[in-house]
């Protein structure tokens, strides 16, 4: 099944009708990689009925709200909803037979939807195609099991698991810890086997009921949609056995951060890895591949970090790099190059957060990297030591979110790597987020200073 078929694949209906599925949630991930969509009926779905959606959804806000019409269509305009058939699959969690498709965003016209998420990762992979290349990526994704709270004004907490009582955040690698909740992970092994997401390593994290499950490594777009479609089935198989599965870069404070790693190589056309050498020796695109992002994410930090909260996540005695230092084994560096052969040679950009979109996470670390290939830039000294506590070792990172999208806004790079449209519009989005928390009062501001003089 191509995804560039217009029309249904002949298996589609028989596969529908075998399942008994009733109806296709027909999903996009906006801009902040939530799920949205339209569900069809199958009937409708086999027979290819054409689905569209008003254009604004694609960079819908987590508050709900949307920028101004000019950086969507003034006049409101659709797309279309094209299936990218080979994401089709059945809904592990559903109470009656359901599947779920990843779509395209498809302006009326015929052109790509030039503020979609997954569009500007394929640009990014269309470039790396020119050159017969493909970047082989692995996320590693950290996430809270957390007690639900129907009200947003009292802190999250650890949830009680099969003990009896809440953990208080000793049991690191703990398997006592990670079987606390061997039911949610019981069914979160069987949903990953239906969906077709090869999860690797299962681990519980340093943080109270913080765990990390890992991917397989493979292509970059269909890791993207994995990564998506794993963080909409955690959540869904967490509010089954009473638990929020949160994706918040710091949800708790005080508490160990949730990051998404990304691993990152790149083949060629033979299948070897472009940053190696024939005789085993790091190549001259390895070096200029990390010298790229150093000299791009700092301009490009909202799509690593795309909330207030992410930011909170950069604390110094959290284990959160702060810097786009690298070295290799080091933890304490921004990009840290894991020890390996020369055919799994790689680089772990260790500065998005779980909250990131993955299709811009991973759009942003591998248009930086290209570019740095592009424009042979050198990176700077091999950090050797720990550099958490060293002030920017490398380049200076954007330390909030009004920073970050400042750099973003007034740069050239970001316009240069994903086009004019996508930045105004992503850009105009994240401001409208910021503006609704710049109304909020805290409980620190009403906790320090309602009782100042």
Same mark, same amino acid.
């Given at each position: 099944?191509? #995804?560039?078929?217009?029309?249904?694949?002949?298996?589609?209906?028989?596969?529908?009708?075998?399942?008994?599925?009733?109806?296709?949630?027909? @999903?996009?991930?906006?801009?902040?990689?939530? $799920?949205?969509?339209?569900?069809?009926?199958?009937?409708?779905?086999?027979? !290819?009925? &054409?689905?569209?959606?008003?254009?604004? +959804?694609?960079?819908?806000?987590?508050?709900?709200?949307? $920028? %101004?019409?000019?950086?969507? !269509?003034?006049?409101?305009?659709?797309?279309?909803? +094209?299936?990218?058939?080979?994401?089709?699959?059945?809904? /592990?969690?559903?109470?009656?037979?359901?599947?779920?498709?990843?779509?395209?965003?498809?302006?009326?016209?015929?052109?790509?939807?030039?503020?979609?998420?997954?569009?500007?990762?394929?640009?990014?992979?269309?470039?790396?195609?020119?050159?017969?290349?493909? /970047?082989? +990526?692995?996320?590693?994704?950290?996430?809270?099991?957390?007690?639900?709270?129907?009200?947003?004004?009292?802190?999250?907490? $650890?949830?009680?698991?099969?003990?009896?009582?809440?953990?208080?955040?000793?049991?690191?690698?703990? =398997?006592?810890?990670?079987?606390? =909740?061997?039911?949610?992970?019981?069914?979160?092994?069987?949903?990953? #086997?239906?969906?077709?997401?090869?999860? %690797?390593?299962?681990?519980?994290?340093?943080?109270?009921?913080?765990?990390?499950?890992?991917?397989?490594?493979?292509?970059?777009?269909?890791?993207?949609?994995?990564?998506?479609? =794993?963080?909409?089935?955690?959540?869904?198989?967490?509010?089954?056995?009473?638990?929020?599965?949160?994706?918040?870069?710091?949800?708790?404070?005080?508490?160990?951060?949730?990051?998404?790693?990304?691993?990152?190589?790149?083949?060629?056309?033979?299948?070897?890895?472009?940053?190696? *050498?024939?005789?085993?020796?790091?190549?001259? #695109?390895?070096?200029?591949?990390?010298?790229?992002?150093?000299?791009?994410?700092? &301009?490009?930090?909202?799509?690593?970090?795309?909330?207030?909260?992410?930011?909170?996540?950069?604390?110094?005695?959290?284990?959160?790099?702060?810097?786009?230092?690298?070295?290799?084994?080091?933890?304490? +560096?921004?990009?840290?190059?894991?020890?390996?052969? /020369?055919? #799994?040679?790689?680089?772990?950009?260790?500065?998005?957060?779980? %909250?990131?979109?993955?299709?811009?996470?991973?759009?942003?670390?591998?248009?930086?990297?290209?570019?740095?290939? *592009?424009?042979?830039? &050198? $990176?700077? *000294?091999?950090?050797?030591?720990?550099?958490?506590?060293?002030?920017?070792?490398?380049?200076?990172? /954007?330390?909030? @979110?009004?920073?970050?999208?400042?750099?973003?806004?007034? !740069?050239?790079?970001?316009?240069?790597?994903?086009?004019?449209?996508?930045?105004?519009?992503?850009?105009?989005?994240?401001?409208?987020?910021?503006?609704? =928390?710049?109304?909020?009062?805290?409980?620190?501001?009403?906790?320090?200073?309602?009782?100042?003089?």
């Amino acid at each position: 099944m191509s #995804a560039h078929d217009k029309h249904p694949p002949p298996q589609l209906a028989e596969f529908l009708q075998q399942h008994g599925v009733r109806e296709v949630e027909c @999903l996009i991930p906006d801009l902040n990689a939530y $799920p949205r969509g339209k569900a069809l009926p199958a009937a409708a779905f086999a027979a !290819g009925q &054409e689905l569209r959606m008003a254009r604004a +959804v694609a960079i819908h806000t987590v508050t709900g709200e949307f $920028p %101004d019409y000019r950086f969507y !269509g003034e006049r409101d305009p659709d797309m279309r909803l +094209v299936p990218d058939y080979e994401t089709l699959k059945l809904v /592990p969690w559903a109470t009656e037979p359901r599947a779920l498709v990843i779509n395209d965003c498809v302006d009326l016209d015929g052109k790509p939807t030039a503020i979609s998420s997954r569009n500007i990762l394929k640009s990014v992979l269309a470039r790396y195609t020119e050159r017969g290349w493909s /970047p082989v +990526v692995a996320p590693e994704l950290e996430f809270y099991l957390l007690a639900q709270n129907p009200d947003p004004n009292q802190p999250l907490t $650890p949830p009680i698991g099969r003990s009896g009582r809440p953990e208080y955040g000793q049991a690191g690698f703990s =398997f006592g810890a990670l079987n606390e =909740f061997h039911g949610f992970f019981d069914d979160v092994h069987r949903a990953l #086997a239906q969906l077709g997401i090869p999860g %690797d390593t299962f681990v519980h994290e340093l943080g109270p009921s913080q765990f990390e499950i890992n991917l397989v490594h493979g292509d970059a777009l269909k890791l993207a949609d994995l990564t998506f479609l =794993f963080k909409y089935t955690l959540r869904e198989i967490g509010f089954r056995h009473g638990l929020y599965v949160v994706f918040m870069a710091k949800p708790m404070g005080g508490k160990p951060g949730s990051s998404m790693h990304l691993h990152q190589s790149v083949v060629d056309r033979a299948g070897a890895n472009v940053f190696s *050498e024939a005789d085993g020796s790091p190549s001259a #695109a390895f070096r200029h591949f990390i010298g790229g992002l150093q000299h791009c994410l700092p &301009e490009l930090m909202p799509l690593l970090c795309p909330h207030i909260n992410s930011y909170r996540r950069f604390a110094k005695h959290m284990a959160a790099p702060v810097n786009l230092s690298w070295g290799y084994d080091n933890r304490s +560096v921004g990009l840290r190059i894991p020890l390996s052969g /020369p055919a #799994a040679r790689r680089v772990e950009n260790r500065i998005p957060g779980c %909250d990131a979109n993955p299709y811009l996470a991973l759009a942003a670390s591998l248009a930086a990297g290209l570019h740095g290939i *592009e424009n042979a830039i &050198e $990176p700077g *000294e091999e950090a050797h030591d720990n550099v958490f506590y060293q002030d920017n070792v490398c380049s200076t990172l /954007p330390c909030s @979110l009004e920073v970050a999208l400042d750099a973003m806004a007034h !740069g050239k790079l970001a316009r240069q790597l994903f086009g004019d449209e996508f930045v105004a519009a992503f850009v105009a989005a994240k401001q409208v987020e910021l503006d609704s =928390f710049q109304l909020e009062v805290t409980p620190w501001e009403r906790r320090f200073l309602a009782t100042q003089a």
